[in-house]
């Protein structure tokens, strides 16, 4: 719950857009807080649109031009981890 308290909507939207934890685990740790379901929802449908709508268009890069993919993937990537850096250092400068 302190996590939770500490992170909330932020948090399980970051863990949605990073395909390194694990959805149903997320999804009932979730489920286990004070998060309520309306913040559960949005927090879900906006951290999965983003990767979803690049897969698709790194998928259908891939096949007619490569270097588009690449290109594609590469300015994911960007947008995934600037903030994920942006969202670790400037609280802990504030501290």
Known sequence: D???DQLGVRGLFLTRL?????????????????MSWR??????????????????????????DPSRAALIFGGLLLLVVVPLLWWAIVPARRR
Do not use: E, H, Q
């Open 2 to 4: 302190r996590l939770s």
């Open 18 to 34: 990073l395909p390194v934890f694990n959805f149903d685990w997320v999804s009932y740790a979730a489920g286990l807080t004070r």
């Open 39 to 64: 913040s559960f929802a949005i927090a879900t449908l906006a951290g999965m649109t983003l990767p979803v709508i690049g897969i698709v268009a790194v998928g259908d890069a891939l096949v007619t």
